[in-house]
């Protein structure tokens, strides 16, 4: 990538970050369902995954918009993430105690993506694209709603696994 010279250039950078990490969520989400063992959890993970579809949507959509390109950058935060999410269904464990990992694993997630859509959310705001930022403000409050999701999930799940 060339030099970042403006916010803007910024902008598009942490777009493409956002975009990516969206990408590879969606493929490992289905994983995720199938290797819950928690109907709530399982249901929580497939919602989430059309969830994020949409979210994709909405990124082409501000992209297209403010006129950036987000195709060809590699989040390797989310990378990790899933790769840490993938460890986890591999673990020889208790059905409940894999599940609460999986949890933690996708809160995880779910904090990254909230840091990154606060921060484009603020940055069009601050250059006066009000449209994408409200398009991208709803993703930001669906990721905190996701995440508070998955903390009731847990609260179950985690009493569950200290048997």
């Not at 918009?65 to 950058?73: K, S």
């Amino acid at each position: 990538m060339s030099k970042l010279k403006n916010l803007k250039d910024l902008l598009e950078h942490e777009l493409q970050d956002l975009y990516s990490a969206e990408k590879q969520l969606a493929e490992a989400l289905p994983k995720m369902a199938k290797s819950a063992k928690s109907t709530a959890l399982k249901a929580a993970f497939e919602s989430h995954l059309k969830q994020t579809e949409t979210q994709i949507e909405r990124l082409e959509k501000v992209a297209s918009e403010i006129d950036v390109d987000i195709e060809g950058e590699e989040c390797k935060a989310m990378k990790g993430l899933i790769k840490e999410g993938s460890d986890m269904m591999k673990e020889n464990a208790e059905d409940d105690v894999r599940d609460a990992g999986l949890i933690a694993a996708a809160q995880r997630v779910e904090h990254y993506e909230m840091a990154g859509y606060g921060t484009v959310v603020r940055y069009l705001q601050m250059m006066k694209m009000t449209n994408a930022a409200k398009i991208l403000s709803k993703t930001l409050d669906e990721e905190k709603q996701t995440d508070l999701k998955l903390t009731e999930i847990a609260e179950k799940i985690n009493v569950d696994a200290m048997a």
